[in-house]
């Protein structure tokens, strides 16, 4: 069974930072693309920013751009979220999943991931 185990939540004020980290458990990382998605109570899930495989290329939301920086570390079988001048808008849980299909009408779409972890709540105070 493939599952991603979502840590580094938190509460925060706003303009602090806070780093996530999407570690899987029973299989490895290296040959997916990960995104990070985030969702609060009664919103829809969307797209924070997504990894290739390799690390090469990246895809940032653009109410993150600038803020956040997504990495990995394939000898940790990890990926990374820093999460820069937080703001109240970023409260929700952020998840993490992996790239399964390529389909649909929207390429970062949250249908074209899976395996998605608990959660990890990102609380930021105003």
């Known amino acids: 069974q493939w599952q991603l185990v979502e840590s580094g939540g938190g509460l925060v004020q706003t303009g602090g930072s806070l780093r996530l980290s999407c570690s899987a458990s029973?299989?490895?990382?290296?040959?997916?693309?990960v995104g990070w998605f985030r969702q609060a109570p009664g919103k829809e899930r969307d797209v924070v920013a997504t990894?290739?495989?390799?690390?090469?290329?990246?895809y940032y939301a653009d109410s993150v751009k600038g803020r956040f920086t997504i990495s990995r570390d394939n000898a940790k079988n990890t990926v990374y979220l820093q999460m820069n001048s937080l703001k109240p808008e970023d409260t929700a849980v952020y998840y993490c999943a992996v790239r399964l299909y390529y389909s649909g009408n929207y390429y970062y779409s949250p249908e074209n991931f899976g395996s998605w972890g608990q959660g990890t709540q990102v609380t930021v105070s105003s």
């Open positions: 990894i290739s495989w390799s690390g090469g290329s990246t």
């Open positions: 029973g299989f490895s990382l290296n040959y997916f693309s």
